[in-house]
């Protein structure tokens, strides 16, 4: 957890209205305001029908292995269900700007210490595939005990706002989860899996460990080494050590009860003081996943589309209000620059801003064309003309 630098990460944290509000609030659109406000209803709805399409796709396609489906299965799974889903899977959450975890992120979640203070391991020999994505990035700050409660420290530690899971279990492929969670700090990664194991440490070794010694110590010359004695003398009498036997009378078997009794209850207090704690680590792990836990299987799918379409009409809106605004062609560094630049300097936000997938949009869509070395936008009414025409050839039944 002491490495804390993070990256700049594509994701927009705005919502689509405020976008075009932010937009909207610049004097340079002075009496196209309304004009704008229209381009970016239609453009929103464009969007939502095409991305209606990738979600019916994703939805056909982890039907097989969706674990809380409530529908029957009437014809066969293509074999291929599997892998077309992850395929859509990744094309969405790309567009929806998460990020893959790197294998060195992973490493080091596996690696350092957890910040809710758990020892936790994970099997990935129980997979057969693997998905872990995450969406906006930060440093914070939080206090954690130590030395057993009797003092406190500030750590810093990378937090990720969102992470989407994708797990199939070689024991069965034909089963798959997909979980979302939000902040979730980066060294706790591997409290997400579904096979995580709770390990003790060496410090609840230690509090388990020395207290039983003791005591145990205490029990041994106390309360069970008259017993241990009786029955060594009863042993060395039936193996032929010694001659004299040991008369097992009342007295005798008072003593061996009252040994093995506390011996008893001796081991079943420490193994129910082992279990106690395990128990209240396992609520610990409970609670966190609890209030991190966003969405599960299905619920996801319809979260990221959802959020891949406000991405996507984010993008579109800022590299088109832009090139509206400029009054020569940018070329893409330009445009990605200046939109960059006016979320710092305006709205107090860094982020890595997309504009390859940005200008994509408004080239397939039509609405910007290059020319003289650069970029440039349509005026608003040929640009909601342009849009008019698209939406309707999505219901042209002629």
Known sequence: MNNTETKAFRFIPFRVSDIVKMCLSESELAEQREAFLQFTGVLT?????????VLDALKEAYSPMDPDADTRSVFPVAEDST?????????????????????????????????????????????????????????QQQSV?????????????????????????KSNESVSTLKLFQN????????????????????????????????????LTTKV????????????????FHQKAVEMNATNLSIVFAGLGALGTYLWKQFSNFKNRKLRFMQQLTQ?????????????????????????????????????????????????????RWLVEKWG????????????????????YHAQGGYTALPLKKAMLILDQRWDAYFDFT
């Not at 709805?45 to 399409?53: P, R």
């Not at 080494?225 to 032929?240: E, R």
């Not at 994509?360 to 609405?367: H, N, Q, S």
């Open 45 to 53: 709805q464009v969007f939502h029908y095409e991305f209606k399409g």
């Open 83 to 139: 892998g077309q889903f992850v395929a859509l899977l990744k094309t969405t959450l790309e567009k929806a700007n998460y990020q893959a975890v790197s294998d060195e992120e992973l490493n080091r979640a596996m690696t350092n210490a957890s910040l809710f203070d758990l020892r936790l391991h994970v099997d990935f020999n129980d997979f057969s595939e693997v998905l872990l994505f995450c969406r906006g990035q930060s440093v």
């Open 145 to 169: 005990s130590r030395w057993f409660g009797l003092s406190s420290k500030t750590v810093e530690f990378v937090n990720y706002d969102r992470v989407v899971v994708y797990i199939r279990f």
């Open 184 to 219: 979730v700090p980066q060294a706790d990664l591997e409290m997400l899996f579904p096979n995580t194991q709770l390990r003790m440490r060496t410090q609840d070794k230690i509090l388990i460990g020395v207290p039983a010694v003791v005591s145990g110590a205490i029990v």
């Open 225 to 240: 080494g008259a017993t241990f004695l009786l029955i060594a003398s009863m042993l060395g009498f039936w193996f032929g």
């Open 288 to 340: 966190n996943l609890y209030f991190k836990n966003l969405d599960n299987n299905a619920g996801v799918i319809f979260r990221l589309i959802n959020d891949a379409q406000e991405e996507e009409c984010k993008e579109a809106i800022l590299a088109y209000y832009f090139l509206l605004l400029s009054d020569a062609p940018l070329s893409r560094n330009q445009l990605d620059d200046s939109i960059e």
């Open 349 to 368: 936000c860094t982020i890595d801003f997309e504009i390859d997938d940005a200008m994509a949009k408004l080239l397939r869509l039509g609405l910007v």
